[in-house]
């Protein structure tokens, strides 16, 4: 029973009439573009905070086909979709012509025979910060897409003031002082957008960034640099944060676990309530 009313709050949190009320009209009239390509409704998830679609499933019967490019491989087709549907997530078309995006990893295959390919949100050339899109296709049809990013216009100006090599001197002092590890070797700044709503959720500020990773035998510590003005924006030790999720479903009967439907890094499911207790 209590598993039963988990599930249901999660779907009701997953379809809420504040995400609907958020949609952005560009974003809707996007969404209806790709709804008459999959001939039929999709189910989404639209962020409350920036308007923009997160999740979107489609129908089993319906899923929405990659048309109009000689793409042959899964990524060539992400491409394709996001180029025709990118704006749903608020990925927009560069003046190249292709998606602001870079690809994160090769495409990955599952035992299901389905693809599954990651890009990395970029803005005016610079990647953001845990700003992702992973488009999931079966064969040369799009069946299911996750997605976090920010608004463009978040941010116009990205020419950093405070050097890179200035950011590298404040990541060590940290390091050295309130870490105490003045051992740890640090990684060359790299310039990033950073929003912490995409890593916490609730709405942030973007912020141009210096990304620093700090590293010794037991810490892996994160951290992001203002730009502009030099103050630290975040950092964490990646050891410690470390996620091992797994889902399971138990298929309504009393024989726990069940059967695994997810764990740690895996791609969506599709399953409404799966993909929810997952996030």
Do not use: C
Not at 105 to 113: I, K, Q, T, V, Y
Not at 151 to 168: L, Q, S
Request: aromatic share 4%; no cysteine.
């Amino acid at each position: 029973m209590f598993r039963s009313s988990l599930l249901l709050v999660l779907s009701a949190v997953l379809m809420s009439p504040l995400a609907a009320n958020a949609q952005k009209p560009e974003v809707r009239a996007a969404l209806d573009r790709l709804e008459a390509a999959a001939g039929a409704p999709v189910k989404t998830t639209v962020s409350a905070d920036t308007g923009l679609v997160t999740f979107l499933t489609t129908d089993a019967r319906s899923p929405v086909p990659v048309v109009g490019a000689a793409a042959t491989s899964p990524e060539e087709l992400a491409l394709a979709f996001l180029r025709s549907h990118g704006a749903v997530f608020g990925f927009s078309i560069g003046e190249t012509g292709e998606p602001a995006v870079t690809l994160a990893r090769p495409a990955e295959r599952d035992a299901l025979g389905m693809d599954h390919v990651r890009f990395r949100q970029m803005v005016r050339g610079v990647p953001v910060t845990a700003g992702e899109i992973t488009v999931h296709l079966r064969g040369s049809d799009v069946v299911a897409v996750n997605a976090e990013a920010i608004p463009e216009t978040d941010i116009m100006d990205v020419r950093p003031e405070i050097t890179a090599e200035t950011a590298r001197e404040t990541v060590g002092e940290l390091a050295a002082v309130r870490l105490g590890r003045p051992d740890a070797e640090l990684s060359e700044p790299r310039l990033e957008i950073f929003n912490r709503g995409l890593l916490e959720g609730g709405r942030q500020a973007s912020r141009l960034a210096w990304y620093v990773e700090a590293r010794a035998f037991d810490l892996r510590e994160q951290v992001w640099i203002d730009a502009k003005n030099g103050s630290l924006l975040l950092h964490f030790n990646q050891i410690d944060t470390a996620r091992s999720r797994s889902v399971h479903n138990a298929g309504s009967t009393s024989a726990l676990p069940g059967t695994l439907a997810r764990s740690e890094g895996g791609a969506a499911t599709g399953n409404s309530d799966v993909d929810a207790a997952y996030q």
